[in-house]
């Protein structure tokens, strides 16, 4: 039920997700029952074909996470991390309530020993058809320095093990290139991550690098990757407005990516837009499969038990 | 001298701002006496069309700003602000090394009584035809809570005596829109925006609302604001390049507008562009003129007169 357009968006996304999750996985659907069975009756597309837990419950968009996970356990969202805390699933995806999505990733699966803060992350097409990395975009709006130090390691990881990038670059974005720009919080973290040994840290990255293929991971807090984020939405939804599609731009759709993960807890989880379409709703699928098989949570888990003991920062 | 296509594109622009700037007005040269006058020869231009004063030194776009501004008295910058400082100049605009001509004008002309600390503003074109305002662009990255209502108070100034606003609305670049919405400092400034008396304040603004003529000044710290400005400037170039020109995207050029003006000191000072066209400087010089001819200082001195024995907050 997350999401503007569900369940039509949710049901759809996840048939037209079918052939492509492959036949050794189940893809559970987490709802009211009867409703998702007429959905797909409506489909005409076979009952057996999911996996499906009832939830009769549902937390709306309006309402406050910790609050309504602890109220509502038959929702949709308080049942899938439940689940994924117990290992009855693999990956959770959801374009419902964003604030209970991670709440309840923290309070269930929780967040992988040695990582402070969870954090979110979304792709970034380049120019050169390639993909960027950009994190924090809005979890953790007030970062420390050794916080966003993590979110470089995390980021990282991520694009090795989802992305296939072999040794990934990690830019700091700020107002300058220079050693020592930007405000007190990038002036904190600059030598921070230079002397990070997890991370391969290129330097300083402006705004203008957003699409150059520069580096591989933007790093930066959650309050200004959210901002950034969001001024590329707005131009790629003027860009569309006005007729002036064009192959960069164009992948600019969050649709093609599906969600944003959120990183640093124990499971795949990833987090939906508002008003996230069947197409979105398959690609978020899709991207919680790989990040399931690829193994991301484990090699995180490693490397951070490793840079707990080694820094003393767990 | 300032700027990367100086002196060809600094006479240029000061040759075609001729004309609007009217009869009454002189337009003062700074640089080497000899290198101008061989320009204006070049171009057949009068000599007497301008007021030339001799500044036979230069600061790079390298060079440490107070430093420079002290080593070399006879540079453009530093002529240009002891003549503001004396009245000898009504207003002063440059596109050289930025951070000089804000340390010129923190240490010639200084902040208005009141003001804590300066801020640049730039236009942002809105979809309606309008122009909107965001501020703070740069010069203040760890703005306080109280600094950003100062820039509200500034932006709001600037919106009624340089662009002709009534009565401006103020949106604080949030996250969100609700109240209590975005990282530490936007929530500390929201309820002192809300109770500031001289500012009609309509809350959150998120990133979507850039180009939509919700509000006349957008308000954030200098960090964000520039970044925002950066990634405008991204697209606007992306766009150009991509040959996806369009009324709406060409009005992101900021040669149209000339330069930011630094406001909150006691005189009209506008910074450009390092890249500074000829047609940039030209309306550099006729945004000098106008914030001079409007009475936009004078105008802040007496709020911030006001604001500083009623609020306490000299």
């Known amino acids: 039920m997350g999401g503007d357009f569900a369940p039509a968006a949710t049901i759809d996304g996840a048939v037209s997700a079918l052939d492509e999750i492959g036949a050794g996985n189940v893809v559970v659907l987490l709802g009211p029952e009867a409703l998702i069975r007429e959905e797909l009756r409506r489909r005409d597309v076979g009952q057996d074909r999911f996996a499906i837990v009832h939830c009769p419950q549902e937390i709306t968009m309006e309402e406050k996470p910790l609050k309504a996970l602890s109220e509502k356990p038959g929702s949709g969202i308080a049942t899938g991390f439940r689940m ?26 929780k967040c992988i020993p040695g990582v402070s803060r969870p954090c979110t992350c979304t792709m970034i ?39 296939g990038k072999a040794d990934p670059k990690v830019g700091l974005l700020n107002v300058g290139t220079e050693d020592g720009k930007g405000n007190l919080q990038c002036q904190a973290v600059f030598p921070m991550l230079k002397a990070c040994p997890h991370i391969r840290f290129t330097g300083n990255m402006e705004p203008r690098e957003l699409f150059k293929n520069h580096v591989d991971v933007m790093v930066t807090d959650g309050f200004v990757g959210n901002i950034v984020l969001k001024e590329i939405e707005t131009f790629y939804r003027l860009i569309q407005k006005r007729g002036l599609g064009d192959p960069l731009f164009d992948r600019l759709n969050y649709e093609l990516y599906g969600g944003s993960p959120i990183l640093g807890v124990n499971a795949p989880v990833v987090l939906g837009h508002g008003i996230s379409s069947a197409l979105a709703v398959k690609n978020m699928l899709l991207q919680s499969k790989r990040m399931s098989e690829q193994g991301l949570v484990d090699a995180l888990r490693r490397l951070f038990a490793a840079y707990a003991s080694q820094d003393g920062n767990a």
Do not use: C, H, W
């Open 84 to 109: 994924l805390a117990q290992g009855q699933l693999d990956a959770f995806a959801s374009a419902g309530n964003s604030g209970a999505m991670l709440a309840g990733a923290v309070t269930s699966i």
């Open 125 to 163: 097409p380049q120019e050169d058809g390639t993909y960027g990395l950009l994190l924090d975009i809005g979890t953790t709006p007030d970062a420390k320095p050794e916080v966003m130090v993590q979110f470089a390691i995390i980021g990282s990881l991520y694009a090795r093990y989802v992305l």
